[in-house]
């Protein structure tokens, strides 16, 4: 069974970056075949796709909140994919997770709230405060 780990949150100042990474331990699993999405979710409030990013990497959808700030990449070498957070707003607070599905439909699995993922990781904490 796949194992996705998010790690790389933390406390930051308004206006400062962090880039957490999702990752899948080898050697056995492989997100080669995999669209990837970062998902968030605040203390009270609904869980949202922030970005997600197709297996050919060539789609990737970007919630309007955070377009121009956040970039989702990835490298299927090191089996991982990241989220470049920059210009971070107190409002970006909240446990960001990564999950895995097959699935050609990026835009899909970022917006629809009873969209099927393959898999989850268990989130990693970014607090954004001065």
């Known amino acids: 069974q796949l194992q996705l780990v998010e790690s790389g949150g933390g406390l930051v100042q308004p206006g400062g970056s962090l880039s957490p990474s999702c990752a899948a331990p080898g050697p056995r699993f492989t997100l080669d075949p995999y669209a990837i999405g970062w998902f968030r979710q605040a203390p009270g409030k609904e869980r949202e796709g922030v970005s997600c990013i197709s297996s050919s990497d060539t789609l990737t959808p970007y919630a309007a909140s955070v377009t121009g700030r956040f970039t989702i990449s990835r490298d299927n070498a090191k089996n991982t994919v990241y989220l470049q957070m920059n210009r971070l707003k107190p409002e970006d607070t909240a446990v960001y997770y990564c999950?895995?599905?097959?699935?050609?439909?990026?835009?899909?699995?970022?917006?629809?709230?009873?969209?099927?993922?393959?898999?989850w990781g268990k989130g990693t904490l970014v607090t954004v405060s001065s």
């Open positions: 999950a895995a599905v097959l699935t050609l439909n990026v835009q899909a699995m970022c917006v629809l709230r009873d969209y099927g993922m393959d898999y």
